[in-house]
């Protein structure tokens, strides 16, 4: 077949139907059109070039699609004649917002080879060009204008075979353009000898289209180059807020990356299809998010969209710390079985829980008081009820309001008195509905109750034969005094032969005694009830038979007695002073020297040393001794903070006569308790209150004389040190953790000069107040030493706390001062590392066998270099080398004093792992001169000694002795003999090169 334009057109028409699309084509949303030929129902107006008078070179040719659509088409094939060069040309096209288009071309070419008769040139490739301009020009047409974008080949061909056979094969090419700076431009195509048709002419550009992402919207966005992502800022979608600014990239090919933040749905809105929606009717959403909508809790409703909470029904409440997802709720009802049990003044009254709590779970008690006239016992009114509240000095334990327990003691009433108890149910809604509390009545009458004893009796006169005396009422009388019974007898006689008279008032004369001659005397009160007990008994003297003389005479005896005395005093004064001046060099024996107690102990005079209450025959008489014994009624019991070995431990409230009100911890006795418990349990409190130091926890006082029996402490706000160091990581300085550390050592000095071994010492035994003062608390594992300081206390068995316990001690039970100082180098460690555990995880036996082989803990991250020392210090293996607290104490008040030493921090890498403490001289490093002799003494008390100390050579350090170094302050017997064995092999080594330190 021959290749004229009109043959070829007809072959188009025939093939086109098979290559167009059966529906039509839906473009990629990242795609805008800014030509295509195939849209174009009209005749496209394309400028061919040059023209050939009747027809163009390039012709454009109409045609149909299967649905009928018209397409218009392009098409060349002068393959027939020589030297072709045949120009399209678009109409200009403006670029809009692009900076890189991409063409789109869809043609089919015809095989040279199957054309016939070729007399000119066949090709089987044609040119795209494009030229930019920034307006339309027209139908002016330059050549040489025109930029080549490329050459366009197919990648098949047809031949006359395939148009017999009705097969169109058609090529798809495209090509990028850019970057584009002017308003448009126009494409061209030469054609310089192909036979070529143009299906159809796509140009676009890339964009990343409109999305919402993370609740945020994303408008079109166009690339601006061809190689880097455009940062895109999100905008949220209505009724919702930024969590963190919405941002993703777009692409040069038109696709979104890396989403960034996003936005949250308003309280009261949901997120649903990209949107934030209100929530429905009965849904509510109170906090900031993306979580759907919850439903209203039990008891609460939401009749409108968009509710941030559900209001509550009738009768029911949400306090103000509920959260809203919680359910409505109500007061309780009233408490049920109210039971009273009256002993004389006092009534034990205990009730059942309400039926109804309301639904909560804070439900507590209080308990009214009042005294009501005309009320009988069993309820019923005998007249006008008159009530009152009850006296201030009613004592209710462990108190009248708050309580959780459904039992109180009530104490401290007047006798035969009828009174009402009210017993109210609380929770936390109960102040929002005032009207529907509700509580449990009961009345009683106390018995009619003994007085309390006399307890102050005062002698107002003295004669030959007679007394008189008087005394104060009983603080609790219980009615009306009837009478006081006075018994007496001579102190000789013990009560073999005794005399009774009774008084209707205060005061009495005692008549018909024997002069100069003691009497015991007691006294006890009387009402309609009976007798009270009797007073502590009370001694009196009579008055001699010489005292009979006149008043003038009685002078002059009495001038020549205060004589005598005076001159007593002065002779043993003069003796006590030429005696401790002058005869100290006549010390007697030791034990002569001792004071002896009552409790059969010994101490040395004005020295005081600590007395193990175990000792004691009768342990109550230790707590009695050391320990302030106080009434209950002064302590108010506000919560529970934890629990002890033996009970609760509480925080409350002391509030002594005449005193300020202060802060107190409480450790109680739980209740079934034995005897070898509540001795124990007071051995803590006759420890503690042998001590009085700002660094040692202090004892307020005990109570053991009422039940539950208690131990009362100052309060210490931050609790224990391991914790608040855990809570407060990395917050304090240097400085703040030396002060710290110098509190804790200052208190162990001041045990360790009393003869105590504390045994337990340990950051969880540390406590520390609002001023990060630090006080050594917990004395149940301690022991007393022997009067020996160097002695050892042994142990019977028992736990021990492995970690921080000397291995002397693990291994011979052999607890000192010096094992305590080991302990103490764990504190600081504990202290520096913030309270990490030591050892971290290694097994107990692990702990015990690596310490043994010489492992010791290294340096905490930015621990002072000086610190570690100190540390390493406190774990020499020899206890004799370990530095003593009053060192310890020295050496960190020394490091206050100068705040630069602590920012240099001990180096981790250089140090081995396993760091073996008990060096002797020939494991220490070699050193070149008496400098670095000097400085590789790493003893810190040996550093501050030697400073500003002149040694001319070698041999005059060689015969330093240790008596030396204690003059230069080296006292610490450990780097003593450090130094003196070094300072050997320094006087050996100097002549034949360095000098092994």
Known sequence: MDCNPRSLFFILLLLLSCVTPAFPVIYPPNEVNLLDSKASQGELGWISYPSHGWRENWEEISGVDEHYTPIRTFQVCNVMEYSQNNWLRTNWIPRQSAQKIYVELKFTLRDCNSIPLVLGTCKETFNLLYLETDDDQGSHFREHQFSKIDTIAADESFTQTDLGDRILKLNTEVREVGP?????????????????????????????????????????????????????????????????????????????????????????????????????????????????????????????????????????????????????????????????????????????????????????????????????????????????????????????????????????????????????????????????????????????????????????????????????????????????????????????????????????????????????????????????????????????????????????????????????????????????????????????????????????????????????????????????????????????????????????????????????????????????????????????????????????????????????????????????LRKHDAQFTGIQLVGMLRGIASGMKYLSDMGYVHRDLAARNILVNSNLVCKVSDFGLSRVLEDDPEAAYTTRGGKIPIRWTAPEAIAYRKFTSASDAWSYGIVLWEVMSYGERPYWEMSNQDVIKAVDEGYRLPPPMDCPATLYQLMLDCWQKERNNRPKFEQIVSILDKLIRNPGSLKITANTTSRPANLLLDRSSSEVPSMGTMGDWMDGMRTLPCKEAFSGVSYSSCDTLAKTSTEDLKKVGVTIVGPQKKIVSSLKALDSHTKNGPVPV
């Open 180 to 724: 584009l700076t002017k308003k448009g431009f126009y494409l061209a195509f030469q054609d310089v000898g192909a036979c070529v048709a143009l299906v159809s002419v796509r140009v676009y550009f890339k964009k990343c289209p409109y999305t919402v992402r993370n609740l945020a919207t994303f408008p079109d966005t166009v690339p601006m180059d061809s190689h880097s992502l455009v940062e895109v800022k999100g905008l949220c979608v209505n009724h919702s807020k930024e969590e963190e600014p919405p941002r993703m990239y777009c692409s040069t090919e038109g696709e979104w990356l890396v989403p960034i933040g996003k936005c949250l749905c308003n309280p009261g809105y949901e997120e649903r299809s990209n949107t934030c929606q209100m929530c429905r009717a009965g849904f509510y959403k109170s906090a900031l998010g993306n979580l759907e909508c919850s439903k209203c809790p039990p008891h609460s409703f939401s009749h409108h969209e968009g509710s941030l909470h559900c209001g509550c029904e009738k009768n029911f409440f949400r306090a103000e710390g509920d959260p809203a997802s919680m359910a409505c709720t109500r007061p309780p009802s009233a408490p049920r079985n109210v039971i009273s049990s009256i002993n004389e003044t006092s009534v034990i009254l205990d009730w059942s829980w309400p039926e109804d709590t309301g639904g909560r779970r804070d439900v507590t008690f209080t308990v009214l008081c009042k005294r009501c006239r005309g009320v009988t016992a069993n309820g019923s009114n005998s007249g006008t009820q008159r009530c009152e509240p009850c006296r201030s000095n009613v004592r209710f334990l462990p108190r009248a309001a708050g309580l959780h327990n459904t039992t109180v003691t009530v104490g401290d009433l007047l006798a035969h008195t009828n009174y009402t108890f009210e017993i109210e149910a609380l929770n936390g809604v109960s102040a929002l509905a005032p009207k529907m509390r509700q509580y449990a009545a009961v009345t009683i009458t106390t018995n009619q109750a003994a007085p309390s004893p006399v307890t102050v009796i005062r002698k107002e006169k003295t004669s030959r034969n007679s007394v008189s005396l008087s005394w104060q009422e009983p603080e609790r009388p219980n009615g009306i005094i009837l009478d006081y019974e006075i018994k007496y007898y001579e102190k000789e006689e013990q009560e073999t032969s005794y005399t009774i008279l009774r008084a209707r008032g205060c005061n009495v004369t005692l008549n018909g005694l024997k002069s100069n001659t003691a009497y015991l005397l007691q006294i006890r009160a009387r009402t309609a009830a009976g007798y009270g007990a009797s007073s502590p008994t009370f001694q009196f003297e009579t008055s001699p038979d010489s005292f009979s003389i006149s008043s003038e005479s009685s002078q002059v005896v009495l001038i020549a007695i205060s004589a005598a005395v005076a001159i007593i005093l002065l002779t043993v004064l003069l003796y006590v002073l030429i005696g401790r001046f002058c005869c100290r060099s006549k010390s007697k024996h030791p034990d002569e020297k001792r004071l002896h107690f009552g409790n059969g102990h010994l101490r040395l005079p004005g020295i005081r040393t600590y007395v193990d209450p175990h000792t004691y025959e009768d342990p109550s008489q230790a707590v009695h001794e050391f320990a302030k014994e106080l009434d209950a009624s002064c302590i108010a019991i506000d919560k529970v903070v934890g629990a002890g070995e033996f009970g609760e431990v509480c925080s409350g409230r002391l509030k002594l006569p005449s005193k300020k009100e202060i802060c107190v911890a409480i450790k109680t006795l739980k209740g079934g308790y034995t005897d070898k418990q509540r001795r124990d349990f007071l051995a803590e409190a006759s420890i503690m209150g042998q001590f009085d130091h700002p660094n040692i926890i202090r004892l307020e006082g005990v109570v053991t004389r009422s039940k539950p029996v208690m131990i009362v402490t100052e309060y210490m706000e931050n609790g224990s040190l391991d914790s608040f």
